[in-house]
């Protein structure tokens, strides 16, 4: 029996485990991939304080030797569901099921698809959602980033460290990122802006069975134009992970986790910290802080 299980090795359940082994709770941190979560996926970070600029697998690497440094243990898993027992929980995966006192959700969001045809198809072929993994297969070519958020507009500019040009695509005619975000992007003359614009397929090379092109529709007008790119990396926003979570009534109606200053959910005994939450600002920074105030609040609560 565990004290604390925590779902999830990105910067909330990492911050929630240094604070919680620290603090003497016998700790499992599950995840269903490497550790770092979103921070493998972002090439630099320069708004994470005391860290002017940071590679995001380097702050992951960094979180993870603290957040095990203190006896809390890391084992992979997927977790399929989570089983409310009152006085304790069993969380469920696919090769083991997990008794413990407390659990804390901190799995953050999946980046979300477009929905076009052969995006599914292609992903891996040209279609990446990963400009840190993949970018330096782009050298040289001319690749298309979709988006106007924050994400979209930072990984766009990371590509142009290889890439010889990229092409933005923006579906309205105004951004969605910061304006400190944005005022740096104008400075950076290998990125082509096409505002207004939709993806609506991808064309394919059947030969080599690679990306060839990128279609797009005028918002206004509905003409159609191709851009011929290899490489194509939509950043439209994020979903949170939350399906093992269904049965528990703690979700919105968007699926992010429903909780209190203190993270507790409305199930005793159940947390939710960092991006899955629901709330207003999803930043690194604000998913330590809701690790580190979850794990003070489970043994403030539970073991006190
Ligand atoms: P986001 O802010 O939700 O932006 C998503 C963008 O994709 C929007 O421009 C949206 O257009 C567009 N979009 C959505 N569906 C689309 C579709 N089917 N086709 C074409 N375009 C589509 O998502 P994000 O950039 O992933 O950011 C997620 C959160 O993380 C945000 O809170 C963001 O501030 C934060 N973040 C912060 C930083 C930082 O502070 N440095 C870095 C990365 C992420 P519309 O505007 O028309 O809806």
Not at 204 to 230: A, C, I, P, W, Y
Not at 282 to 290: F, G, I
């Amino acid at each position: 029996m565990y004290d604390l299980i925590i779902i999830g090795a990105g910067p909330a359940g990492m911050s929630a485990a240094v604070y919680a082994s620290r603090s003497g709770l016998n700790t499992l941190i599950l995840d269903g991939g490497a550790p770092g979560g979103k921070l493998n996926l972002t090439a630099e970070i320069e708004n994470y304080p005391g860290k002017q600029i940071v590679a995001g697998p380097e702050l992951a690497y960094d979180m993870f030797e603290h957040a095990t440094r203190f006896g809390a243990v890391y084992e992979y898993g997927m977790v399929k569901e989570i089983k409310d027992l009152g006085e304790h929980k069993e969380v469920i995966t696919e090769e083991n099921t997990y008794e413990t006192k407390a659990v804390l959700i901190a799995t953050g969001t999946k980046e979300r698809k477009i929905g076009i045809p052969n995006e599914e198809e292609m992903t891996g072929r040209g279609v990446s959602y990963c400009a840190v993994c993949d970018g330096a297969f782009f050298g040289g070519e001319e690749v298309a980033v979709i988006g106007g958020g924050n994400s979209a507009l930072e990984e766009a500019m990371y590509l142009t460290k290889f890439a010889s040009k990229v092409h933005l695509i923006v579906r309205r005619d105004v951004f969605r990122a910061d304006k400190i975000v944005q005022d740096k992007l104008n400075e950076n003359d290998k990125i082509e802006i096409h505002f207004l614009k939709k993806p609506v397929e991808i064309e394919v090379d059947q030969e080599n069975n690679k990306v060839s092109g990128l279609v797009l529709e005028d918002s206004q007008s509905k003409e159609r134009s191709t851009l011929k790119v290899t490489g194509i990396f939509p950043f439209v926003g994020a979903d949170p992970v939350t399906e093992f979570a269904k049965g528990l009534d703690i979700l919105d109606e968007r699926g992010y986790v429903i909780t209190n200053e203190d993270m507790a959910t409305q199930c005793p005994g159940i947390y939710a910290a960092g991006d899955v939450r629901k709330k207003f600002l999803r930043q690194v920074v604000t998913a330590t802080n809701d690790g580190a105030i979850a794990a003070q609040a489970i043994n403030r609560d539970m073991f006190e």
